[in-house]
Structure formats: C-alpha cells, structure tokens
T-cell receptor, first 114, second 110 residues
Framework: DTEVTQTPKHLVMGMTNKKSLKCEQH?????MYWYKQKAKKPPELMFV???????INESVPSRFSPECPNSSLLNLHLHALQPEDSALYLC?????????????FGSGTQLSVL | GENVEQHPSTLSVQEGDSAVIKCTYS??????FPWYKQELGKRPQLIID?????GEKKDQRIAVTLNKTAKHFSLHITETQPEDSAVYFC?????????FGDGTTLTVKP
C-alpha cells in the first residue's frame, strides 16, 4: 500500500462545531504531517509528528489540535473554527525524519467553515 | 527561517517546447530540494528531487539542476505534453521541514 488516505474528502462545519479529520498510512513511514493549502497557494506546514511525538508546531492556533494515536494514524481535531480556516487540509508522510524528506500526500479534506 | 522564491508564477508553452522553472532559497543549511506537481483538484506528487551534494539529476523528460553557491535550483521539462499542465512547487528542506515556493502554473497548449 503506497497511499495516504484521508477522510472525509469534504467537510462543512459551523463555527461552533467540533469535527475531526483522519489520516492513515501503511507504508511504515516514521513522520506524519498536517499541511493547510489555500487556493492557488503552496502547502503551509502546521504540525509534524516523528515516531508518534509532536516535533514541530508552526504556531498554529489552539482551535486546531493534532493527535497521533499510533504510527499509522494521524488526526486533526477542529473546534471553534473561523471562516478564514476554510482550506484544503493535506496529510503527508515520509520515511525520513530529516535529510531526504520525500512527502507522500493524501488527497486532502476540503473544509468549509460557515 | 527559510524563504523560497519561485519564478515564473505562470508559464505557457507550445506542446513539444521546453519549460524551465527557477527557485532560489535563503538558508544555506537546506540540503534537499524536491519538486512537486499538483494537477487541478489533486494531491501534490513528488516528481523529482536533488540532494545538496549533487549538481544535476535527470529522469526521462525532466531534470533538476542545483547551484549551491548561488542558492538556486531549476526544473527543466523537455518535449512538453498537455498532461504536463499543472502547478509545480519547488521546496527546500532542512531538519525535516520543507518550505515551498509559491508555485508555477504551467500550461502546455496542444
């Protein structure tokens, strides 16, 4: 299995809702990432997990809460989001933690916050 | 932190022509430079990469060159085809963190 799977593909939520994004990989990769991508913009790094431990947090607001239950799964818990948080949320994984960080991206969750 | 500039932002070529996209980076500690292709509505996918100790790498119709001294690297696509139309992102990587350029929208006209 050489894919990163994300669910759901689309999500619409109100500003008071709580929802979670899920990501799964079975390539044995040791690092997992959350990126945010606005239309016509590059992916922006949010969080990095290395060996299931949070290693990088790019000063993301606390309304985004990541979780790595095991080496194959990555979640992003969403609470009290703002309309400007509407974007494509991409999960990625890589075998290497540094050096040749080849990112394998999932198809993303298109999030709309109303 | 690292800053990556990418040019041009849009590029239109005729089928069969070559396309060149250029990136510069600021942090001399960056040691790995991948290129990602993102088709409309799809995920970014790695198409080619280069390490800091290599000057050039080629894979069929695509090639990447790196000038460490000048801190710039380029993507070259020869014999372009309509299916090459996409957004291309360069990235500079250090210590597990990849910083992306703003992207180049390549359109190949049949």
């Amino acid at each position: 299995d050489t894919e990163v799977t994300q669910t759901p593909k689309h999500l619409v939520m109100g500003m008071t809702n709580k929802k979670s994004l899920k990501c799964e990989q079975h390539m044995g990769h040791r690092a997992m990432y959350w990126y945010k991508q606005k239309a016509k913009k590059p992916p922006e790094l949010m969080f990095v997990y290395s060996y299931e431990k949070l290693s990088i947090n790019e000063s993301v607001p606390s309304r985004f809460s990541p979780e790595c239950p095991n080496s194959s799964l990555l979640n992003l818990h969403l609470h009290a989001l703002q309309p400007e948080d509407s974007a494509l949320y991409l999960c990625a994984s890589s075998q290497e933690l540094s050096g040749l960080v080849k990112l394998f991206f999932g198809s993303g969750t298109q999030l709309s916050v109303l | 932190g690292e800053n990556v500039e990418q040019h041009p932002s849009t590029l239109s070529v005729q089928e069969g022509d070559s396309a060149v996209i250029k990136c510069t980076y600021s942090d001399s500690a960056s040691n790995y430079f991948p290129w990602y292709k993102q088709e409309l509505g799809k995920r970014p996918q790695l198409i080619i990469d280069i390490r800091s100790n290599v000057g050039e790498k080629k894979d069929q119709r695509i090639a990447v060159t790196l000038n460490k001294t000048a801190k710039h690297f380029s993507l070259h696509i020869t014999e372009t085809q309509p299916e090459d139309s996409a957004v291309y992102f360069c990235a500079a990587t250090y210590a597990g963190k990849s910083t992306f350029g703003d992207g180049t929208t390549l359109t190949v006209k049949p």
